[in-house]
C-alpha cells in the first residue's frame, strides 16, 4: 500500500506518517517511509539514533550522484541530461533501518516556480516514479505541503493521500486547495485527519466543515509530544494515546483502502 501525507506547514504530517510507519511495522509489514520535505524531520520523529541520523542525506543534496545519474551538475537549467536516471538502487543504498523502518530521505528542489526542467529534478521525479513501483511493501511519504511530487503517470499508484488539519478554517481551507489539485490530476482517494484536537468540539468542527472529505481519525493535542522531540525518541513510544490512535487508524485505512 502507497500512503501520501501532506497538508498544511506545521499541522502534523511528520507526527502522522512517524506514527503510521511504526505502527505498520509493528504488525510485521516491510515499511519505507520517505521523507520529502524541505527540511526532513521524520528521523527525529521515528525516534532514530544519532549514529543513524548521521548517515542520511536529502538525495535532492547530493550533487555529485545527481550529476553522475543524470549527465549535468545540479542548478543548472537547460541543456542535456537524462530525464530518467538510474534510480533503482537508492531506496536501499542511502537508507537506514532502525526497528523495521527504512528511512529514505528524498529532499525537494527549491524550483523558483512551476515547471523546473533541471537535473535534481529530473532525479527526484525519476526516483518518485520507482518508489510507487516497488512492490510487497508499505510506502509512507511524508511530502511538502501540496502535490508537488505527484504526476499523472503515477498517481494511480497511490492508494491514499492523507491531508492533515488542524481544526481551524484556514487549516481547512489549505485542504480543500489539495483536494482540487489532487481530484485535479485524478486522485480521488483522499482522507482528511484531525491532528492537535483539544476536545469533542473541535472534532465536531472538523466533522462538520470537511472540505468533502471523509474523516479517517483524529490525534489528541498532547504536551507530550514536544517532550518526545526534546528528549528525542519516538513519539509512538512516548505517548500512548497517540500509539493508540495510530493502530485504529491503520486498521481502518487498510480496510478502506481494500474496499476501493
Known sequence: MKIAITGKGGVGKTTLAALLAQAYADRGMQVLAVDADPAPCLAGALGFP???RAKLHPISEMDELIEERTGAKPGSIGGFFTLNPRVDDIPERFSVVHRGVRLLEMGSVDTGGSGCICPESAMLKTLFTHLLFRKDEMLILDMYAG???LGRATVDFVDAMLVVVEPTRRSLGTAAQIKKLANDLGLTRLWLVGN???NDEEERFLQENTPGLPLL???YADLAVQ???RLGVAVYD???QLKQKAHE???KLSAVVQRA
Open 50 to 52: 544519532p549514529e543513524l
Open 147 to 149: 502535490v508537488e511530487h
Open 196 to 198: 492537535k484536537i483539544r
Open 217 to 219: 481519525g483524529v490525534l
Open 227 to 229: 517532550e518526545a522531540d
Open 238 to 240: 512516548y505517548v500512548p
Open 249 to 251: 487508524m491503520a486498521e
